[in-house]
């Protein structure tokens, strides 16, 4: 009679031992700087999520920030650093790029440190070809002596960082081939200069390929995208607040064209309910084609040289109901990151050209780090090789 009463028991008894060690290892794992010095680290990592306070949580030295590794199996693997509004994290082959408030990281057989002067906003980041190593660029505000405004470029150049100040704000940027593209305002900030930067060579070589004007009210709603013939962007507000339009600036003679992209109801909710969730990705150039992602998930292609735009496919309605979502692109492939706080998190893949689901992977507990009272914002989603 003993015997029968303890299996049921020893059967539950093991069952929440069970229970403890798989909710225990499912929870996101805390990086030491000793994990990311191994070689190995990247090799089964599939996605990085980039989340950060804003510089008003930093008053105090109180921000913070995490470069969020997701593997295969979709466990998470957390490193912190201090806090980066508006910083990125980037991916190329296999190293990868961190940042925070006072220093560049990268990952590629080790972790690799570069302290720098305080930076208050981060703007874009990339890869260099030519110079073999990465580029961030900064808004980092006035100067110290109450001068101009500075934004600031570090570079990766013969494996070691290089800072060059550009003495403007910069309002949207954009990389293509070795060339930084950049909105600087005018002199009256009824225009923006749109600036070439040429970011492969030792000493930065700048051109003002044009001046683009714009009526009160308009605003700059993208990054930049480029190719060899022209700079492109988009904006609402110059023709009606309920059009967005891509204008379209040729990088050897200056000629600028506008071209409507998309129309929506002219009421208040539709307008705020069409803006692009991502600044940053919303925006893109990906084989050839352009591609603009609304606000409510509407994937539009637009044709470079036409301007002419279509509705390609639209993203999941669910997603767009995420307390946090953005976008990447690569190879074709559009990625949804989507969160909300009581679900998990998803990445989904689709193809560009039929919009025709691809993968996901779920990332179920984003919920221990990301959560309504960590002040935390998503800045920044890459995928990796193995996704």
Known sequence: MKKIIWIPLVIIIAAA??????????????????????????????????????????????????????????RLFSYQMKGLELGSAKVHDESVLLEDKKGIYTVQDGLHTYKRAYQHTGDSAGYIDRTEGFYTLY???YDKSGGSYRSELYRQIDGKWKQDVIPHYIRASGFFKDHLFALTPTDD??????????????????????????????????????????????????KADHIYQMVKVMRNSGAIKT????????DEQTLYDSMP????????????????????GTVYRINPETGKSKKAFTLPASGMK??????????????????????????ESFDLKTGKKLNDRTIPNLKNIVTPKSHLKLYDVQVMDGF
């Open 189 to 238: 900030e009824k225009g923006y200069h749109v600036q070439d930067i040429q970011a492969d060579k030792e000493r930065l070589h700048t051109n003002t390929i044009a001046t683009w004007t714009y009526k009160e009210g308009t605003s700059v709603e993208s990054q930049l995208a480029a190719d060899d013939s022209a700079v492109y962007f988009l904006t609402r507000g110059e």
């Open 277 to 296: 969730f991502s600044f940053k990705n919303s925006f893109f150039m990906e084989q050839r084609s352009l591609y603009f992602v609304d606000g409510f």
């Open 322 to 347: 995420a307390d946090f979502k953005d976008l990447t692109h690569q190879n074709g492939k559009l990625y949804l990151f989507t969160y909300s706080y009581k679900k998990p998190a998803k990445i």
């Open 139 to 141: 808004n980092s505000g």
């Open 259 to 266: 071209y409507d992209i998309a129309s929506y109801k002219n």
């Open 17 to 74: 031992v069970l229970c403890f060690f798989h909710f225990r290892t499912e929870e996101p794992a805390e990086v030491e700087r000793e994990t990311l010095n191994d070689p190995d680290f990247l090799k089964d990592k599939e996605a990085l999520l980039y989340f950060s306070t804003t510089a008003d949580q930093d008053t105090f030295g109180g921000g913070k920030s995490y470069a969020l590794f997701a593997d295969k199996k979709g």
